[in-house]
């Protein structure tokens, strides 16, 4: 089977502006029987599930997190050691203070075990968000997928399914699929935390972690479309920010300084139409 992907494509979706706006494009472009696949950012955003860590203030343990294990043991010696990114070994190198407060936050909702990973801890997303805000997980994403769905049948008589992916990938270590998130669809162990962070190190990579679908399929054949959908959302994107130092060097500021009204000025991707092509076997 093959597939055409295609982009849903808009300005930045403002906190808290409902679906409406996504449904519309998603209902635009889609015919009977496509899937989309949705980013947990602009479904969080949209959802208002945002926080603003400036009213956090690091305590102590949070400072030797952030300052000793992340930025020296992993920084250092423990991402090179396990064969990380180079730009997640300078990305650690070169944590701002901001990332003290990012910790304490860390510690007080998700607990020591996601604390204790250098990154993407308990998928808070700090890039594609305004100063110093940062985007939680969806907080009921089963229901939103649901919600969408069914929105798109009643309004639109489009019947599609829908996936709701986040980046942070999920990994599989013999048979066991596994992903550091608190959340993720059935078929796949969440909340690893710190634990699951080092055991990627020596699993196999196989693509955006399922948060939640309304597809009948396979695990793995879900996670291979979504894997699909990530890079043509990547390649359609004006600017893919899949880190904060991404926004950062776009806008030439610091994030605590990037407004709303900057990221509206790019081109953004939340969603991927995929099609099936019966055209080929």
């Known amino acids: 089977m093959r597939y055409e992907t295609i982009p849903i494509i808009t300005q930045y979706l403002d906190a808290g502006s409902g679906y409406d706006e996504l449904i519309k494009e998603v209902a635009d472009k889609s015919m009977d029987d496509d899937y989309v696949f949705i980013s947990e950012t602009p479904i969080s955003t949209i959802e208002s599930n945002l926080v603003d860590e400036s009213t956090y203030h690091a305590g102590i343990i949070a400072t030797l997190i952030t300052e000793l294990w992340c930025r020296y043991l992993w920084g250092y010696i423990l991402c090179p050691l396990l064969g990380y990114k180079k730009r997640t070994i300078q990305n650690l190198r070169r944590l701002p203070k901001e990332a003290r407060n990012h910790k304490q936050f860390i510690l007080e909702h998700y607990g020591l075990k996601h604390a ?8 808070v997303d700090l890039s594609n ?52 998130l608190p959340k993720s669809i059935t078929g796949i162990r969440n909340n690893t ?23 009948e399929l396979p695990c793995e054949e879900i996670i291979e479309l979504a894997r699909i959908a990530e890079e043509e959302q990547t390649k359609n994107s004006e600017k893919f920010f899949e880190t904060v130092y991404d926004m950062e060097d776009e806008f030439k500021t610091e994030s605590s300084q990037i407004t709303g009204n900057m990221l509206k000025n790019v081109k953004h991707v939340p969603a991927i139409i995929i099609r099936k092509n019966y055209l080929y076997h």
């Not at 204790?116 to 998928?123: F, I, K, R």
């Not at 309004?155 to 550091?180: G, Q, W």
């Open 116 to 123: 204790l990973q250098p990154t993407s801890e308990a998928g």
């Open 129 to 180: 968000v305004p100063e110093h805000y940062v985007s939680l997980l969806p907080e009921n994403p089963e229901q939103t997928a649901k919600t969408i769905k069914n929105r798109l049948e009643n309004e639109y008589d489009k019947k599609v399914d829908i996936t709701i992916i986040d980046s942070d990938a999920t990994y599989k270590l013999h048979n066991t699929l596994f992903t550091t």
């Open 193 to 215: 935390g710190v634990f699951g962070y080092i055991l990627q190190a020596i699993s196999k990579k196989l693509g955006p972690s399922i948060l939640a679908t309304t597809l």
